[in-house]
């Protein structure tokens, strides 16, 4: 497959969420691990407003 660029191939990827595994490049990699990153953390700072219901409490201790 032929692509424009590594953020054209990363809205496909993300898109499987934790479902998906990147081996390389080490780029790709690293630009998912960043973004999934910052989601946990919106995530974290709205469950610190909303309150945590126990089931996105139980699935952000397993990405951890």
Known sequence: MRIAGLDEIKQWIMGFGPEAFVIEPERLKD??????????????????????????????????
Do not use: H, N, T, W
């Open 31 to 64: 630009i998912i691990r960043d973004d999934f990153k910052k989601a946990l953390v919106q995530y974290e700072e709205a469950s610190s407003v909303f309150g945590e219901p126990g089931v996105l409490e139980s699935k952000a201790d397993f990405i951890r």
